[in-house]
């Protein structure tokens, strides 16, 4: 299933509620080598998202927040945005751009339509240098009530 | 470039012809950059650690797993079908795996070929993803109903026949909004099967007479048949290709027809 650049914008725009930010900084469940934390939120048009934090438990600049929406009738979520940490480059396919340093994911319809993952299109970022930074760029990206940013130091 | 990043720079150079970098991390580590991805383009973590004397190890520091948690939930590695294919992975290559990090031990003269062998096992332990199964619970056209019910209360007529011209109900339409003045026939689309019938019926509802302003929504329109798809575009007024994610553009459409 492509999800349209349209419908793309309009999941990131949908209000969503403030989420408790202390249960996700620092993540706290073990999963092979990172540790991770998650909500899930409801916006108000019904969309059900997942806001997922992880961190490497031997590299902190090794960090990802996503922002995923789940696909109503399945198990399948969908990466809206994933803000990564400075620990790899990475390659837009189509463009044959390399960046390093943090870098933001983006899902585009254009990586879809040519048969790449939904978030494989990236670009380099100097708005946030840490976890926190990381989560409260997302959080001020995707819609979420103020309420939930600021809430800590980047 | 210390000595031994320069030491280290050329042995890999002259395995990968020059597509490496490195970079000191400690006096004991360095990160090398490969044009190595995984399929979303992200660059393989590969760091090189000195041990002692010319042994050295190349280790990822745990990061192939967490890339992988973005698609599959690592702990569903821990057994089954996924587990053995991630052991036989790792045991191809010689790789060891360390609460999560994955670690190849490696000689200084052979640097450039341990490295080319733990990324491959990288890679392979990524392509798990592959084994993602997507349980798709077949709520289309749960959902479908449950949208219009929400957004169109009291007029939304679900499974609507023409009694008067079909009795025996062969000609059904998923959803009819606003019976008069201007009825809009709303269709779920979730087979071949469905959009064969919503051709046949939109084709019916002409030859009685009836006018109705016709919309089909798709389950996922690239699935469907092309024959199938072409034939329903001759007879209907609007599509939408899929439902899921697209609830609020299908329903401000129709509300717009409805003259709201």
Not at chain 1, 93 to 100: A, I
Not at chain 1, 107 to 113: I, K, L, P, S, V
């Amino acid at each position: 299933m492509i999800l349209t650049g349209t419908a793309i914008n309009r999941l990131l725009e949908e209000p969503k509620p403030a989420v408790q930010v202390a249960a996700l900084v620092p993540p706290t469940r073990e999963k092979r080598g990172h540790r991770e934390n998650q909500v899930q939120v409801t916006g108000t048009q019904g969309s059900n998202f997942r806001l997922v934090v992880r961190e490497l438990v031997r590299d902190p600049l090794d960090f990802s927040v996503t922002l995923a929406y789940e696909i109503p009738g399945s198990t399948r979520i969908f990466r809206l945005r994933r803000h990564n940490g400075a620990s790899h480059s990475h390659t837009n396919k189509l463009e044959g751009t390399r960046l390093t340093g943090f870098h933001g994911h983006m899902a585009t319809e254009r990586y879809q339509t040519a048969g790449f993952k939904e978030e494989a299109y990236a670009e380099s970022t100097d708005a946030y240098e840490s976890l926190s930074g990381a989560i409260e760029r997302m959080l001020e990206a995707a819609g979420f009530e103020a309420q939930s940013q600021g809430s800590f130091g980047v | 470039m210390t000595t031994d990043e320069r030491e280290i720079f050329e042995r890999l150079s002259s395995a990968l012809g020059n597509q490496v970098e490195v970079y000191s991390v400690s006096d004991r580590e360095s990160r090398v950059q490969t044009p190595l991805q995984f399929s979303d383009g992200d660059h393989l973590v590969t760091r090189l650690r000195r041990l002692d004397g010319d042994r050295y190890e190349w280790t990822d520091l745990g990061h192939t797993f967490m890339h992988l948690s973005y698609t599959l939930d690592v702990d569903t590695l821990e057994s089954g079908k996924r587990a053995q294919i991630l052991e036989e992975a790792l045991d191809r290559a010689d790789v060891d795996e360390r609460e999560g990090e994955l670690v190849l031990q490696a000689d200084a003269d052979d640097l450039g070929g341990s490295l080319l062998r733990f990324a491959q096992a990288l890679i392979h332990v990524a392509d798990l993803e592959y084994l993602t199964q997507e349980r798709v619970v077949s709520t289309f056209v749960e959902d479908f109903r449950r949208v219009l019910a929400a957004s169109f209360p009291g007029r939304a007529h679900f499974d609507y026949i023409d009694e008067d011209h079909d009795p025996r109900g062969l000609y059904p339409v998923s959803c009819l909004l606003n019976e008069v003045p201007r009825p809009v026939a709303v269709f779920a689309l979730p087979s071949d099967d469905a959009v064969n019938v919503a051709t046949i019926t939109l084709q019916q509802f002409r030859n009685w007479g009836r006018h109705l302003f016709s919309t089909g929504v798709f389950e996922e329109q690239e699935q469907r048949n092309r024959k199938a798809v072409a034939r329903f575009s001759d007879v209907v007024d609007k599509q939408f290709s899929f439902l899921h994610g697209n609830e609020q553009e299908i329903v401000t459409y129709l509300q717009g027809q409805l003259g709201e």
